[in-house]
């Protein structure tokens, strides 16, 4: 089966500390792409990043970054000194065949 | 930088009725999707198009929709006769080819509210 797991629901955290999204993937493909969504308030999907199975390369984009480990099968998603701007709903996804399947989402809210 | 447009940013609308929601795509992409996320709950799958035809539905999919791309530049979804669990947001994305490197960009959304 082809799925995203987002175990955690929903994450508070204190401005300026960093926090870490997981997303454990399931799939057969053995060439597949995984994605980072964020949903902010407004409720736009705002693509943050793709990543190929084939390139386990840990990204790092400003106060993103992402850890991609194909032995555990996750994809985990860490914000560095996390903002105010950044609390939203963030979606982990896969793509198979010619759409992409998301996780639940997990509702991150950083306090002043 | 480009962008898929969606029209109207909100729908509403009394059960029974037909609704059209409109996309945009990005002018040279040749892929288009609907997705739905009823509120609080994650983004789903609803149909793939390419060439004037569809080439994936899911079962949410069923009768009471259909997608249309009339001219050179809208693609539309219709729900013929809504029912309140219609009710939900409503993406559009596209893409530009068949690539496994293309990345599907989304449309801000179409809240349609069936009363």
């Known amino acids: 089966a082809q799925k995203v797991t987002q175990a955690q629901t929903e994450i508070s955290v204190v401005e300026k500390e960093d926090v870490t999204l997981d997303c454990v993937y399931e799939t057969r493909d053995t060439t597949y792409y995984l994605f980072w969504y964020k949903q902010p308030p407004s409720g736009e999907l705002v693509f943050l990043i793709r990543r190929n199975s084939f390139d386990e390369q840990n990204e790092i984009s400003g106060r993103y970054s992402w850890n991609f480990q194909k032995s555990t099968s996750s994809f985990n998603f860490t914000i560095t000194a996390s903002q105010v701007v950044d609390s939203a709903v963030y979606f982990c996804a896969l793509r198979r065949d010619d759409k992409i399947i998301f996780g639940k989402g997990t509702r991150l809210h950083i306090l002043p | 930088e480009p962008e898929v447009t969606q029209t109207p940013s909100h729908q509403v609308t009394q059960m029974g009725q037909e609704v059209i929601l409109r996309c945009v795509p990005i002018?040279?992409?040749?892929?288009f999707y609907w997705y739905r996320q009823i509120l609080g709950q994650k983004v789903e799958f609803l149909v793939s198009f390419y060439n004037n035809e569809i080439s994936e539905k899911s079962e949410i999919f069923d009768d009471q929709f259909s997608v249309e791309r009339p001219d050179g530049s809208n693609f539309t979804l219709k729900i013929r006769s809504t029912k309140l669990e219609d009710s939900a947001m409503y993406f559009c994305?596209?893409?530009?080819?068949?690539?496994?490197?293309?990345?599907?960009?989304f449309g801000p959304g179409t809240r349609l509210t069936v009363l």
């Open positions: 994305a596209s893409r530009v080819t068949g690539g496994w490197t293309d990345t599907q960009y």
């Open positions: 002018s040279n992409h040749l892929y």
